[in-house]
Antibody, heavy 114, light 112 residues
């Protein structure tokens, strides 16, 4: 069974940093993988994607502050989030980005507040 | 950036009746490789989204055949032939043809 489990969320003050992890099982993360977030009561927002050869792509709202990466040996996807802002408060999902986004984790919550 | 516009934003439906959601993109979603990366996802309350349809009209594994997708270029449609209670929730279209990838605003489907 294909599965992903996100960890690393929490409450943090503006300007702080967090590193989200997404451990995958049943498939390899060395493919297109994405992070998507959902602010409370809002819709889905694409955040970042890493492609099969390591190319990285970001939404303008996080460019220069967030960095996507993966460790193939641990079959884990990461999102390093720096200089966090209140508007980054959301539930963060990782997703395998093949044929759309076909496998999703349950999400991890990030709250940015003073 | 490609803007994805869904209509309607809310759709009260009767059980057993059909439902339809439209998604329009601000520019063509045809990729240089000839594929059109338009997909549909469904999110039930408190759950992560799940993929229903990819590349316009391909049903993902395990998705009931009452769900179908169609369209081309900039205009796309998701149809539910006979709505069941488990179909309530929010439906999103997603374009993955061009970065930044973008979602529609979401269409909330509820039972009348």
């Amino acid at each position: 069974e294909m599965q992903m489990v996100e960890t690393g969320g929490g409450s943090i003050q503006p300007g702080g940093s967090l590193r989200l992890s997404c451990a995958a099982s049943g498939f390899t993360v060395s493919t297109y993988m994405s992070w998507v977030r959902q602010a409370p009561g809002k819709g889905l927002e694409w955040v970042s994607t890493i492609d099969d050869i390591g190319g990285t792509y970001y939404a303008d709202s996080v460019k220069g502050r967030f960095f996507i990466s993966r460790d193939n040996s641990k079959n884990t996807l990461f999102l390093q989030m720096n200089n966090l802002r209140a508007e980054d408060t959301a539930l963060y999902y990782c997703a395998r980005a093949i044929n759309g986004m076909d496998v999703w984790g349950q999400g991890t919550t990030v709250i940015v507040s003073s | 950036d490609i803007v994805m516009t869904q209509t309607p934003l809310s759709s009260p439906v009767t059980l057993g009746q059909p439902a339809s959601i439209s998604c329009r993109s601000s520019q063509s979603l045809v990729h240089s490789n000839g594929n059109t990366y338009l997909s549909w996802l469904h999110q039930r309350p408190g759950q992560p989204p799940r993929l229903l349809i990819y590349k316009i009209s391909n049903r993902f594994s395990g998705v009931p055949d009452r769900f179908s997708g169609s369209g081309a270029g900039t205009d796309f449609t998701l149809k539910i032939s006979r709505v069941e209670a488990e179909d309530v929730g929010v439906y999103y279209c997603l374009q993955a043809t061009q970065f930044p990838w973008t979602f529609g605003q979401g269409t909330k489907v509820e039972i009348k």
